[in-house]
Nanobody, 118 residues
Framework: QRQLVESGGGSVQAGGSLRLACKASRMILSTFTGSTMGWYRQGPENKRELVAAIGPGRTTNYVDSVKGRFTISKDNTRKTIYLQMNSLKPEDTDVYFC?????????WGQGIQVTVSS
C-alpha cells in the first residue's frame, strides 16, 4: 500500500487550471510535517523534472518554467500537499509524481496524467 496517493489530474484547455493533491494518509503527522515533499513531472522521453517542492518550514522552490503559474502548499491537518496549476500550457502535459523525502529514503506516488490541449 503506497505512502502517497495522488489525485486531481485530467485534461484541460490551454489557459485553464487544475489542482493536484497528494495525500500521505499512512504517514504519521510528525513525519509529514518534517518532510520535504514536492512534485516531479515526466514526459515521453522519460526525463523526470522537479516542478516544485515544499520544505518543513514551508519554504518553496519552483522550476523557472512554472514560476508565477503554479503554487505548492501543504495542509498538515489533512496530511496532503497540493499543486495549484494556473495558466496551463500544452508543454505542461506530462505525468506528475508526488514525492516525500523521509530520512534517507524517497517515496513516490503512482503518478497522475495532466494533459493540456491547445
Amino acid at each position: 500500500q503506497r505512502q502517497l496517493v495522488e489525485s486531481g489530474g485530467g485534461s484541460v484547455q490551454a489557459g485553464g487550471s487544475l489542482r493536484l493533491a497528494c495525500k500521505a494518509s499512512r504517514m504519521i503527522l510528525s513525519t509529514f510535517t518534517g518532510s520535504t515533499m514536492g512534485w516531479y513531472r515526466q514526459g515521453p522521453e522519460n526525463k523526470r523534472e522537479l516542478v516544485a517542492a515544499i520544505g518543513p518550514g514551508r519554504t518553496t522552490n519552483y522550476v523557472d518554467s512554472v514560476k508565477g503559474r503554479f503554487t505548492i502548499s501543504k495542509d498538515n491537518t489533512r496530511k496532503t500537499i497540493y499543486l495549484q496549476m494556473n495558466s496551463l500550457k500544452p508543454e505542461d502535459t506530462d505525468v506528475y509524481f508526488c514525492y516525500a523525502d523521509i530520512q534517507d529514503e524517497r517515496f513516490w506516488g503512482q503518478g497522475i496524467q495532466v494533459t493540456v490541449s491547445s
